[in-house]
């Protein structure tokens, strides 16, 4: 059975702190992707990261893919209020019709 | 960028009653369109996965005869949850896919939250 799963469950942290949210998976895969999900709405695309050793920042993120240890990590430095949110990671399993197997998910809370 | 829409983002109908959740991708052609269900505090659960013009693959434990889906065009899928009951309620979300590649990424629709009474 596939499993994904991320830690923290629950994360708050202050403003100007940075932190890591980790993604385990439990098969092999290549293409790992996050998204951000704000209370109440759908999700929005992070990240796409499509090969062992992929690393992407936008802003005050930054996400990396080891396909080896079969990990994805975001990084988040220097929070602010505004990335409060839930963060999924996803893992695309292309043998199985590119289904995706999102992750337990990370809610972030960044108080002032 | 690829936009997908879908329709009612909100319903909240009686026990018993069907409900049809519209999915459309709004400026492209999807080959693969996909299906989840989200619980309050929880991770999205992959229902169904429907190719344009062919039956639905479901997710094992979803029952294929309450949750009906027809992918009628490239452009269009359709999720009908027939004689809802409460635990029915969530908030449903579909997802489309462009191509075949496995560098395709999925484009999701803003939602639909259900409420049976």
């Known amino acids: 059975e596939l499993k994904v799963e991320q830690n923290p469950l629950f994360l708050s942290m202050q403003e100007g702190k940075n932190y890591t949210i980790y993604c385990n998976y439990s098969?092999?895969?290549?293409?790992l992707y996050w998204y951000r999900q704000d209370p109440g709405k759908s999700l929005e695309s992070l990240f796409v990261l499509l090969s062992n050793g992929a690393v992407k920042q936008e802003g005050r993120l930054m996400a990396s893919l080891d396909t080896k240890a079969r990990l994805s990590t975001l990084h988040i430095t220097a929070a602010v209020h505004d990335l409060s949110a839930t963060y999924f990671c996803?893992?695309?399993?292309?043998?199985?019709?590119?289904?995706?197997?999102f992750g337990t998910g990370t809610s972030l809370t960044v108080i002032p | 960028g690829a936009v997908v829409s879908q329709h009612p983002s909100w319903v909240i109908c009686k026990s018993g009653t069907s409900v049809k959740i519209e999915c459309r991708s709004l400026d492209f052609q999807a080959t693969t369109m996909f299906w989840y269900r989200q619980f309050p505090k929880q991770s999205l659960m992959l229902m169904a996965t429907s190719n344009e013009g062919s039956k639905a693959t479901y997710e094992q434990g979803v029952e294929k005869d309450k949750f009906l889906i027809n992918h009628a065009s490239l452009t269009l899928s359709t999720l009908t949850v027939t004689s809802a009951h409460p635990e029915d309620s969530s908030f449903y979300i579909c997802?489309?896919?462009?191509?075949?590649?496995?560098?395709?990424?999925?484009?999701f629709g803003p939602g639909t939250r259900l409420t049976v009474l």
């Open positions: 098969t092999t895969s290549d293409r």
């Open positions: 996803a893992v695309d399993i292309w043998n199985t019709g590119n289904q995706f197997y």
């Open positions: 997802s489309a896919r462009i191509g075949t590649s496995g560098s395709d990424t999925q484009y």
